[in-house]
């Protein structure tokens, strides 16, 4: 695993405002559990998004679907 890299991607995207954001999604704990997973296994942390992507897209969705169906009329 390069440590390295995954330190400047976690600085890259936002750091610990990110971690924040996903603690508000309720994204926290799965981001944990797939990390863990990935570090135990000596796979790729590529693996994670899936699994917070799986936590938090209902989520978004019933938030901020009304603000699609709006953006999506103006663009037709």
């Given at each position: 695993?390069?440590?390295?890299?995954?330190?400047?991607?976690?600085?890259?995207?936002?750091?610990?405002?990110?971690?924040?954001?996903?603690?508000?999604?309720?994204?926290?704990?799965?981001?944990?559990?797939?990390?863990?997973?990935?570090?135990?296994?000596?796979?790729?942390?590529?693996?994670?998004?899936p699994?917070?992507?799986?936590?938090?897209?209902?989520?978004?969705?019933?938030?901020?679907?009304?603000?699609?169906?709006?953006?999506?009329?103006?663009?037709?």
């Amino acid at each position: 695993m390069d440590y390295h890299k995954l330190a400047s991607r976690y600085k890259q995207f936002g750091g610990f405002r990110l971690v924040i954001e996903y603690a508000k999604l309720g994204a926290l704990w799965p981001t944990v559990k797939a990390s863990v997973r990935c570090f135990l296994k000596r796979q790729s942390f590529k693996g994670i998004y899936p699994e917070v992507l799986k936590r938090v897209e209902p989520f978004l969705v019933q938030k901020y679907g009304s603000r699609v169906q709006k953006f999506k009329k103006f663009r037709v």
